[in-house]
């Protein structure tokens, strides 16, 4: 059995005893010949079933320990379809601090389709507890959806414990694991049910293509999944699923670097006079003991700040030169955002700042980089929103003179 590393790029046989190519080819073909009316081909309908396809699924259920793959257009299509599985009346938990998209699509969609949605703390297991269970009369939860790493706070969700509340009343533990990827975690090894990726982040790793991935644990679940999948029909074509395929054989590379800078720039951030609060796991405790409890290889490349009352993070964002101002993550340029603004408008004000997203709050996405230049390209643009500070705050109390 070969290790995670060597897997990432010969995980799968490529079996091309014609010409010896080392890379499996791209089908292109939207419908396949039958033999014969009798017969039924392995593959009939570029929906259904493609062999470019095929390849990055069973590639991405080899990685996160799964017995099966599907990809998916985007990662809401995936989403999409997982959440199909489920009817009208079934109540499905979901953990507070989630995607902006993700959210709205809980709560535009599937609400209005009858799927009950109920928010709670997905690391207060008390809170979970009642949650699945069912409170005055209500049915048992039918599954819980949450990040291993929340967006855009980072909050660590413990994959093993939440899973075992879950089951302990006959749900699914859902998990998206965009942020993690199974080069830090495998949820399914911890007890999840379903995995979720937005593959147009660090699977992708290049801001090229759109894409989703789901792995299941067990063959029913996964005929439920594929069911999904062919009759909405949002499925990864050709190209794309190449493309994919070919950003995950250096996925420990890019995540690696990404993981060293986001931690370099968290600690400078911890020091500078304009940052109010850093949200990178780790930072605050023993990062080996968090790492352990909650099984996990590692942190990721994203993290957020929030800049101190006065100060607005506007100028700071649109004073950047490396990083891009830009939503999305995983890529190997480092891309900035306001998430009030951005990822996050979706929710209503009220519920952002209910679960800790505020106005002045920024989400970097840490990029392969040298750490000193995006450092340095942090500090010049802080240099301007304090200089700016000063003009609107002159003649009152500030903050002082500017020193990191």
């Not at 792995?215 to 909405?232: F, H």
Request: charge should be negative.
């Amino acid at each position: 059995m070969t290790r995670f590393n060597t897997q990432l790029v010969h995980g799968l046989p490529i079996n091309d005893n014609n010409t010896g190519a080392v890379n499996p080819p791209i089908y292109n073909s939207s419908t396949y010949a039958f033999e014969s009316v009798e017969s039924m081909p392995r593959w009939d309908y570029a929906r259904s079933g493609n062999p470019t396809r095929e390849f990055l699924e069973r590639q991405i259920a080899q990685l996160e320990h799964g017995t099966r793959g599907f990809a998916f257009g985007s990662g809401l299509a995936a989403i999409h379809a997982v959440l199909s599985i489920f009817q009208p009346g079934d109540r499905i938990v979901v953990g507070k601090n989630i995607y902006g998209g993700t959210y709205s699509l809980f709560n535009e969609f599937f609400t209005r389709w009858g799927v009950r949605v109920e928010a709670v703390d997905t690391a207060d297991y008390e809170a979970l507890d009642a949650a699945v269970a069912g409170r005055n009369g209500e049915d048992k939860a039918k599954a819980v959806y949450f990040e291993v790493l929340t967006n855009p706070l980072l909050q660590v969700n413990n994959a093993s414990r939440i899973s075992e509340v879950v089951h302990r009343y006959g749900a699914l533990s859902i998990v998206d694991n965009t942020f993690v990827t199974p080069y830090l975690q495998q949820p399914l090894d911890l007890g999840a049910d379903i995995v979720i990726h937005s593959a147009t982040k660090y699977l992708a790793g290049h801001s090229e293509v759109n894409a989703g991935l789901v792995v299941v644990a067990d063959d029913v679940l996964g005929e439920r999944i594929y069911y999904s999948q062919n009759r909405l029909g949002g499925v990864l074509a050709p190209t794309e699923c190449d493309a994919v395929r070919r950003g995950i054989q250096t996925l420990a590379l890019r995540l690696d670097r990404q993981q060293e800078n986001a931690l370099a720039i968290a600690d400078y951030l911890l020091a500078h006079p304009l940052v109010k609060t850093v949200n990178y796991p780790g930072i605050h405790g023993n990062r080996d003991e968090i790492l352990r409890d909650n099984g996990l290889k590692g942190f990721g490349g994203v993290l957020s700040f929030e800049v101190v009352p006065g100060v607005n993070p506007s100028i700071i964002l649109n004073n950047l030169h490396i990083f891009h101002l830009a939503v999305s993550l995983g890529a190997v340029e480092s891309l900035a955002e306001l998430p009030c603004r951005m990822t996050h408008f979706e929710l209503p004000r009220e519920e952002r700042l209910k679960v800790g997203i505020s106005d002045e709050l920024i989400r970097l996405a840490v990029g392969v980089e040298d750490k000193q230049d995006l450092i340095e390209d942090l500090g010049q643009a802080f240099e301007l929103a304090y200089t700016e500070y000063l003009e609107e705050h002159e003649g009152l109390q500030t903050l002082g003179k500017l020193s990191v």
